[in-house]
């Protein structure tokens, strides 16, 4: 059975990572998909340095609320094929890649899949950065499947979704996601709102299907870690409030609760202690920024 048609859609907003942009543009169109749509956020500029590039994609100028949640529902209104694929800027797909990630959709109860993400270090990898938390530069953390199998929610740096599923629930939050060097879980808000609204299917984790994501210098330092850990804790507290009754913190509860112990345990048995602190400073900070998020919520309300 052949795959289903998809359209990839890349969200950018920055000249910086222009050659970066070409680099991901290039490998997503040699995987030959149906439509190629870069999206890009508030900068004219970049528009037309897109549209004059010999690509054959598509370029959408989003003008609405900033940030990617916005523009990634932006590129996708002009999508046309019935699989919508989400790439970050400043991803390289891997060969065989879409073909890896659309093969479960040939399953009619799947209703979306994520492939891993490997860093791409710009520099040495420091020597305490835990596996376990590769999810603060935007990579597939120690702890997931090893083969294909179901999960309750996939990345948006490499996602696969039913454009009718997409749709059903109004794509990504808009206003909730990254914007700057704030961070927000947008990615699990979607999936778990099509798991409420579509009960029965399910997402597929699709280790085969591999992107390198670019880890600059600048990120592989314990400032940024600390700072990441922190928005993600702020970030899964809004979460929570965002779905209410339809929120599902049962993986947020079993890497908690397994994963890390688990890994604190490795790491300090095979002497590299610096590792298990950085898990330890990492959970603080995640603390840290989930306290800080529900006072300002309780400050608000009382306002109100």
């Not at 880890?215 to 850990?229: G, H, N, Q």
Request: aromatic share 6%; with cysteine; glycine share 10%.
């Amino acid at each position: 059975m052949s795959d289903p048609a998809a359209s990839v859609v890349i969200a950018c907003h920055t000249d910086e990572r222009w050659p970066s942009l070409l680099h991901a543009i290039a490998s997503a169109r040699a995987q030959e998909p149906a439509q190629m749509i870069v999206a890009v956020d508030h900068n004219p500029g970049l528009c037309t340095r897109l549209r004059d590039i010999p690509e054959p994609i598509e370029v959408v100028d989003h003008r609405g609320v900033p940030g990617a949640s916005g523009t990634r529902n932006a590129g996708a209104k002009l999508a046309t094929a019935p699989v919508l694929v989400f790439l970050d800027d400043d991803v390289r797909t891997r060969a065989g890649w879409l073909h890896e990630l659309l093969a479960p959709l040939a399953d009619a109860g799947v209703v979306g899949s994520g492939g891993l993400t490997e860093p791409a270090w710009e520099g040495p990898r420091p020597a305490w950065f835990p596996d376990e938390f590769a999810w603060v530069v935007g990579g597939s953390y120690a702890g997931l499947p090893t083969t294909a199998g179901p999960v309750r929610n996939v990345w948006s740096e490499n996602m696969a979704v039913r454009r009718g599923e997409f749709e059903m629930v109004g794509g990504f939050r808009t206003g909730f996601g990254k914007l700057g060097s704030t961070s927000r879980p947008e990615d699990t808000d979607l999936c778990l709102r099509i798991n409420a609204r579509a009960p029965g299917t399910r997402w597929m984790y699709v280790p085969a299907a591999v992107v390198d994501h670019e880890v600059p210098s600048e990120r592989a330092t314990l400032a940024f870690f600390l700072r990441r850990c922190y928005s993600e804790g702020a970030g899964k507290v809004e979460l929570s409030a965002h779905l209410g009754r339809d929120r599902d913190l049962g993986a947020e509860r079993s890497y908690l609760l397994r994963t890390l112990p688990a890994a604190i345990a490795h790491y300090l048995r095979t002497g590299n202690v610096s590792r298990a602190l950085a898990i330890l400073a990492g959970v603080l900070a995640a603390a840290a920024g989930a306290g800080m998020s529900v006072m300002h919520a309780a400050q608000r309300r009382r306002r109100r």
